[in-house]
């Protein structure tokens, strides 16, 4: 069997995020209106027709590839491109200018490649393999190892809705140690954040894989520790995701060990 392209995949998936991103933008500015799915999460038109766009437009291009999309599903079987076409939904529906296009590709149930684009910033983040990330073209630089305390800033999103909420208990000891933390409302776009060192951890409990395949590529060739408990044969059941930068990742992992113990 000949060996993936990847470089090819790269390619398209770049230009098809820029396509996307301009796309979700024409839909934003004629104005969008949200509605609750049933897992209680956001969904606008722009949405389903972003990855419309995405699934027929890769189906095309690498008719072999599988394909799930946050909006229609699918499965993870052999190579997968994995999308969410508009990651930080609510951001986008009520105007909050932090939400991104993700395309991942798993190749062996791991991350392989991933695009992220900023669409309002112009910035368009790629990894592939175990290459250190790109922004727009540019190399980024190595992470340095951080230890928690003041200056030190960890992103989240919380999804648990039951009692005891652990991933706040989690944050309100980050907090009391001198971190500081922040939902910028899109996973996909703060654990890019992560690879690029613009912020140094993020943890969530309920992460879906659509919301991380793309980014976690990034992480993986920034080499960043990570962990992701994703079931590729339930792609859509929530997991948890938690990277950061080293020495960091272990303090916030030691922490959340305890708080399971
Ligand atoms: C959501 C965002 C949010 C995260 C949720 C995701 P969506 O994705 O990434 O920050 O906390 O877990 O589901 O619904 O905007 O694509």
Redesign the pocket.
Same mark, same amino acid.
């Given at each position: 069997m000949p060996a993936l392209d990847l470089a090819t995949r790269l390619s398209a998936a770049e230009t098809l995020a820029r396509d996307a991103g301009a796309r979700a933008r024409a839909f934003q500015s004629d104005g969008v209106t949200a509605v609750l799915k049933a897992d209680s999460?956001? %969904?606008t038109e722009a949405?389903g027709a972003v990855e419309a766009f995405l699934r027929d437009s890769l189906g095309a291009a690498f008719p072999d590839d599988g394909f799930l999309g946050?909006e229609t599903g699918g499965a993870v079987e052999g190579p997968t491109w994995i999308i969410?076409p508009?990651?930080?939904?609510?951001?986008?529906a009520a105007g909050r200018p932090f939400?991104c296009v993700s395309i991942g590709l798993y190749v062996d149930g791991a991350p392989a490649l991933g695009v992220v684009f900023d669409p309002l910033r112009d910035e368009l983040f790629h990894g592939l393999g175990l290459a250190r990330p790109m922004l727009n073209g540019v190399q980024l630089p190595p992470i340095a190892p951080r230890r928690l305390g003041p200056g030190v800033c960890v992103g989240f999103? %919380?999804?648990e809705r039951g009692p005891g909420r652990p991933a706040l208990a989690l944050l309100g000891g980050l907090a009391d140690a001198g971190a500081s933390v922040r939902?910028?409302?899109?996973?996909?776009l703060?654990l890019t954040y992560v690879a690029a060192g613009r912020i140094d951890g993020y943890f969530?409990n309920?992460?879906?894989l659509?919301?991380a395949a793309g980014a976690l590529a990034l992480i993986r060739g920034a080499g960043l520790p990570y962990v992701s408990v994703f079931d590729l044969a339930n792609p859509g059941a929530?997991a948890p995701v938690l990277a950061a930068a080293p020495g960091l990742f272990d303090e916030i992992a030691a922490r959340r060990d305890a708080q399971q113990a």
């Open positions: 999460s956001l %969904v949405d946050e969410d508009i990651d930080g939904t609510s951001n986008f939400w999103g %919380v999804q939902n910028l409302g899109s996973g996909a703060t969530e309920g992460v879906k659509w919301d929530p």
